[in-house]
C-alpha cells in the first residue's frame, strides 16, 4: 500500500528557515517524480516545485523560486524541500505528491507550516 | 485566487450525473492534454480521479469521466453515490515547467 509520510512542519518567524522531508513506502521510489504542493488557509492549492525520478530536472513556481530547494534521496525513499527566507505568505499546509502521468497521482495528508513572528 | 475557475457548488440526487466545470485559458487547459480532477473527503488526502482530460487510474469506478473543449475541461460523474460528496478540483499544466489548480467544487448528494 503507497504512503507518503511528511515530517519537519512547524512554527518559524519571517525570514526563517525550514526544512521538510517525505518519506515514500509502498512503491519503487526511483521510479518516479515527485511534486510539492501547498495550501494556504482559506485558498486553492499551489503547485510548488517538482523533481524529476532521477532527479536530473527540479522546476519551481514564481513564488519560491530562488528560496526554496526540491532534493531527493533514493537510498532512503526521500524527497525534502529546503525553505528559506520565509514570509507570511509561505503559511501552508504542504503535501508532498508522487507525480503520474501528468497529473498528482498519489498524495500525502500534509503537513502545517506557519509563519509568523 | 486560483488560476482555473471552478462553480463552487454543484449537486444531484442519487442515480442523476452532474457535470463539473473547469475553465482556464489557451495557456494551460487550451493548451494541453493534461488536464486531471481529483476528489476530496473532508481530512482525507487528494485522491487521483482522471488524467489526461478523460483517463481513469486504476480502480477509478467508470461513473467518472472527463473531457475537454477549447479552454474549459469537465468532470461528469454518473449514477450518483452518497459517497461521491466531496470537493473536486481540476489541475492542469501550464507550460514552462508550471502547474495549476481549480478552487475546487463542493459536490453535494441530495
Known amino acids: 500500500q503507497e504512503q507518503l509520510r511528511e515530517s519537519g512542519g512547524g512554527v518559524v518567524q519571517p525570514g526563517g528557515s525550514l526544512r521538510l522531508s517525505c518519506t515514500a513506502s509502498g512503491f519503487i521510489f526511483r521510479s518516479y517524480g515527485m511534486h510539492w504542493v501547498r495550501q494556504a488557509p482559506g485558498k486553492g492549492l499551489e503547485w510548488v516545485t517538482f523533481i524529476r525520478n532521477d532527479g536530473s530536472d527540479k522546476y519551481y513556481a514564481d513564488s519560491v523560486k530562488g528560496r526554496f530547494t526540491i532534493s531527493r534521496d533514493d537510498s532512503e525513499n526521500t524527497v525534502s524541500l529546503q525553505m528559506n527566507s520565509l514570509r507570511a505568505e509561505d503559511t501552508a499546509i504542504y503535501h508532498c505528491v508522487k507525480d503520474m502521468d501528468w497529473g498528482f497521482g498519489f498524495w500525502g495528508q500534509g503537513i502545517l507550516v506557519s509563519v509568523s513572528s | 485566487q486560483s488560476a482555473l475557475t471552478q462553480p463552487p457548488s454543484a449537486s444531484g440526487s442519487p442515480g442523476q450525473s452532474v457535470t463539473i466545470s473547469c475553465t482556464g485559458t489557451?495557456?494551460?487547459?487550451?493548451?494541453?492534454?493534461?488536464v486531471s480532477w481529483y476528489q476530496r473527503h473532508p481530512g482525507k488526502a487528494p485522491k487521483f480521479m482522471i488524467y489526461e482530460v478523460n483517463k481513469r487510474p486504476s480502480g477509478v469506478p467508470d461513473r467518472f469521466s472527463g473531457s475537454k473543449s477549447g479552454n474549459t475541461a469537465s468532470l461528469t460523474v454518473s449514477g450518483l453515490q452518497p459517497d461521491d460528496e466531496a470537493i473536486y478540483f481540476c489541475?492542469?499544466?501550464?507550460?514552462?515547467?508550471?502547474?495549476?489548480f481549480g478552487a475546487g467544487t463542493q459536490l453535494t448528494v441530495l
Open positions: 489557451s495557456s494551460d487547459v487550451g493548451g494541453y492534454n493534461y
Open positions: 489541475a492542469s499544466y501550464a507550460g514552462r515547467n508550471n502547474w495549476v
